[in-house]
């Protein structure tokens, strides 16, 4: 609901509730605050993306009630989420997560009001080229798409997905993934 993506921005905006976690090749964890988007990183640019420490209760209440849509039922642990941010020229460039996931949703936190550009899109690689992007615009906050994010899609066909460069304001989302 609206009410729920207001809290969980009021939540995520304490900079304690996010952190990025990487495990080094010896196993031990290393938390750092945010992971920076670039054009060298390959993934997009003018955006950032923080791993949230712990879910808020309105997201839990979000991420519950994906679970309930999803086949198979996806446990808790199987269910992740990342605070997504893009100022202008924030751009998700078009990739393909590598399997780890089978599914991603996207949770608007603030109204496309705030804010142009910013489109998700989905490209079935599998198109007749040129590739036809489809892009799925949020019309309210609290708005959720579901996508097949991988090779994993029951059609078996091939997902890739982005976002459109935000000209004006800046686009606040949390991604909700689940791990294959």
């Known amino acids: 609901t609206p009410q729920q993506a207001r809290e969980c921005l009021q939540a995520l905006s304490d900079p304690a509730a996010l952190r990025k976690k990487k ?61 997504l941010r893009y100022g202008v020229g924030g751009v998700n460039w078009a990739h393909q997560d590598q399997g780890e996931f089978a599914w991603q949703a996207v949770l608007l936190l603030n109204p496309p009001t705030e804010y142009d550009g910013g489109a998700l899109y989905v490209v079935d690689v599998n198109d ?7 892009e799925v615009p949020f019309e309210n906050v609290g708005d959720v798409v579901i996508f097949a994010a991988n090779s994993m899609a029951p059609s078996g066909r091939h997902f ?17 993934l689940q791990k294959g």
């Open 160 to 176: 890739y997905h982005g976002m459109t460069k935000v000209t004006r304001g800046q686009r606040l989302a949390v991604g909700l």
């Open 128 to 134: 007749v080229k040129p590739l036809q992007r489809r």
């Open 23 to 83: 495990v080094k090749s010896d196993g031990t964890v290393h938390w750092t605050k945010e992971q920076v988007l670039r054009e060298s990183s390959g993934s997009g640019t003018c955006g950032s993306y923080f791993t949230i420490g712990k879910e808020p209760p309105a997201l839990q209440a979000v991420i519950a009630a994906l679970r309930t849509w999803l086949t198979p039922t996806p446990t808790p642990e199987q269910c992740d989420s990342l605070f």
